[in-house]
């Protein structure tokens, strides 16, 4: 069965490379209808960069040693050409590879979030970086006048606490 047909053009000046091309034959075309294929191809040449890795071409016959043919020179690119067969084409595949969207039906109630502006971990954070306030000595004294009346005596864990002070910064003298 004949399956392409490939054409050279050459070109008209002649630094240009030759035009390749590679039609599909209809009868290949008609073994499958149901999923299209690209029935015209370009055939780009490309001349294989100085100092890459050659590549040979081997043959065998009937079991024989495989003896060397020749060497690979030009590289070639095959690309669909872009027309109205061509998309047709692309659309079928790209509708066939995503599923067809559904209306779900729920049957529960789903809870909505409503956004929040400051949450707990950031109110921590503020906190944290307020740090104590620093209150004046009076202030200081003040505070613990109003806690001695209370208690005779306190710890200074006590006293710092009460304060919301530093150890460094209560007026305590050893």
């Not at 690209?38 to 294989?48: N, P």
């Not at 039906?105 to 921590?124: C, E, F, G, R, T």
């Amino acid at each position: 069965m004949e399956v392409a047909t490939i054409r050279i053009q050459k070109p008209a000046i002649s630094s240009e490379p030759f035009k390749v091309s590679l039609s599909l034959t209809p009868e290949l075309m008609e073994l499958e209808p149901d999923s299209p294929i690209a029935s015209e191809h370009e055939l780009k040449l490309c001349k294989t960069a100085e100092g890459t890795n050659l590549t040979g071409i081997f043959s065998t016959l009937d079991n024989e040693e495989p003896s060397m043919e020749g060497w690979i020179t030009h590289k070639m690119q095959c690309l669909p050409v872009y027309n109205t067969q061509y998309l047709k084409m692309k659309e079928h595949y790209l509708r066939s590879a995503k599923p067809p969207r559904r209306v779900k039906p729920l049957n529960h109630i789903v809870k909505n979030y409503k956004p929040v502006s400051s949450h707990a971990h950031n109110k921590d954070d503020c906190k944290r970086k307020d740090g104590p306030k620093m209150f004046s000595k009076d202030n200081i004294m003040d505070l613990l006048f109003q806690a001695l009346e209370k208690h005779q005596y306190y710890s200074l864990k006590d006293v710092q606490f009460i304060t919301k002070q530093s150890v460094f910064v209560l007026p305590i003298k050893e």
